[in-house]
């Protein structure tokens, strides 16, 4: 299948030191080796040795110079894409490299060279074979890691990790599968397939690793993508206070005046490697006023969609009995914070308080008690700060691990019973086998390759 060369700038928008311009030139698109030649001599005045840095002026059709800096080829398929690959390393201001990818759009005209898509460069990656898709995922995820503990994690997911893992275990359910279906091709054996093929034994450990997968995958999941926390509480407990306590800085106006926040306020911080998104809410409380009627509105949804909830209360008595209302609909862990604890009325002793989870005594406005607070919330987020995930997990490799689980549940089902279900027990096996191969691509739904690559930056 012949396919158009494809060129973009490569770093991101803005201005920097250096501007990367990368093209993909594939084998099929070069009907004779001249016309790669003739497109670099027509830019650059020369033909660069492959993957040997060289300083290049790329000119205009006018021959005056744009721009000039580092010139690099990378044969095919001895290149990011498995195509022929050119990066001009040039100054990174918008102007100059708009007008360089101008020039080099002209100058590959009878190529049929285009503007790439998102993502279409580590697609192509994909598609020859350099690649498996997990890997060209973790290329994304590495781009968008915000904490360092993400970005060694969608490294290892890069260089395979998570790949032979799901590898690993897909192979395990091929030998299952051939033991099933060397059973079912001769039935007039009457072996007791389960009991001497060790069926049973070895789906149970299918069972016990596609779980540790699932588990340490759902972890990273939360790694990469952050936990919602929200602060909710009656107006003038602290909400915003907090919030500035946490971030470092007055990120929100704190006044004696109830109802000062209207809207929800997100901040975005990173607690021993954890990313959390903390989010301020308006007070919840009976108001007339139909802004801060919309500002509640938002705050019954950041509840609801919450994985943290840390409801903020400011008087000690009201620890027995102050809840969220009940027509708050909330699955998340809600934690009593005790804040304003410098204040003498809040130095008592803790009454007793009905809850599985503890009560946090802090001082927003003196900084007391937000260690615990800190350790409370990496508690309730199931992830320990010390631990070094050895993959990246997205909610699509999630979604099939789980359904690579279900089918492995029913397998057992079948295997518990008769031998008569080999039928069954087969078919859920081969589904289970698909789910895996989605993963990394060997079984692949006409839709999803387009969907993952579209969400990439352009240049990548």
Do not use: W
């Not at 089902?413 to 078919?427: G, I, N, R, S």
């Amino acid at each position: 299948m012949i396919v158009d060369p494809i060129v973009a700038i490569a770093t991101a928008p803005g201005r920097g030191g250096v501007g990367v311009i990368r093209i993909s030139l594939p084998d099929a698109s070069l009907k004779q080796a001249e016309q790669l030649s003739d497109f670099l001599f027509a830019l650059f005045n020369k033909i660069p040795a492959p993957r040997i840095a060289s300083v290049a002026g790329l000119r205009n059709s006018k021959h005056e110079i744009i721009d000039e800096g580092l010139l690099l080829y990378f044969n095919a398929p001895k290149s990011y894409t498995g195509e022929h690959v050119i990066e001009f390393q040039g100054h990174g201001g918008p102007a100059v490299l708009k007008a360089c990818l101008d020039e080099i759009l002209k100058a590959g005209a009878p190529l049929n060279l285009r503007h790439a898509q998102p993502g279409e460069f580590t697609q192509r990656a994909f598609l020859n074979d350099k690649l498996d898709l997990a890997q060209a995922e973790a290329v994304a995820d590495l781009i968008d890691a915000g904490t360092v503990k993400a970005a060694k994690a969608a490294m290892a997911s890069l260089k395979g990790v998570f790949s032979r893992l799901v590898n690993q275990l897909a192979d395990e359910l091929v030998h299952l599968r051939l033991l099933v279906e060397a059973t079912l091709d001769f039935p007039e054996e009457e072996i007791d397939f389960l009991e001497k093929a060790g069926a049973r034994q070895a789906l149970q450990q299918c069972l016990v690793t596609t779980k540790k997968l699932l588990q340490e995958g759902r972890d990273s999941l939360k790694l990469s993508q952050g936990l919602t926390v929200v602060l909710a509480g009656k107006p003038n407990v602290g909400k915003s206070s907090l919030l500035n306590a946490l971030a470092g800085e007055e990120r929100v106006i704190v006044t004696p005046i109830a109802g000062t926040t209207r809207d929800s306020i997100h901040h975005n911080l990173v607690f021993d490697g954890i990313p959390l998104h903390l989010v301020d809410t308006a007070g919840l409380r009976e108001t007339s006023d139909i802004v801060e009627q919309i500002g509640i509105q938002r705050t019954r949804y950041e509840i609801e969609h919450a994985d943290i909830v840390l409801h903020l209360l400011d008087d000690l008595h009201d620890l027995q009995s102050a809840a969220l209302p009940l027509d708050i609909h909330c699955d998340a862990p809600v934690v009593k914070v005790l804040n304003k604890i410098d204040l003498p009325e809040n130095q008592g002793a803790m009454p007793s308080v009905h809850s599985d989870l503890p009560v946090v005594r802090i001082s927003a406005l003196k900084g007391l008690g937000l260690a615990s607070l800190k350790s409370a919330v990496l508690d309730l987020s199931g992830l320990n700060p010390n631990h070094d995930f050895s993959f990246l997990a997205r909610e699509r490799h999630l979604v099939a691990l789980s359904a690579c689980m279900s089918h492995l549940e029913l397998a057992a089902l079948h295997a518990a019973q008769t031998d008569k279900v080999l039928d069954l027990f087969a078919e859920e096996l081969r589904l289970a086998h698909d789910a895996l191969g989605e993963i990394t691509g060997r079984v692949l739904p006409d839709d999803l390759l387009g969907l993952i690559f579209s969400r990439f930056c352009i240049g990548k």
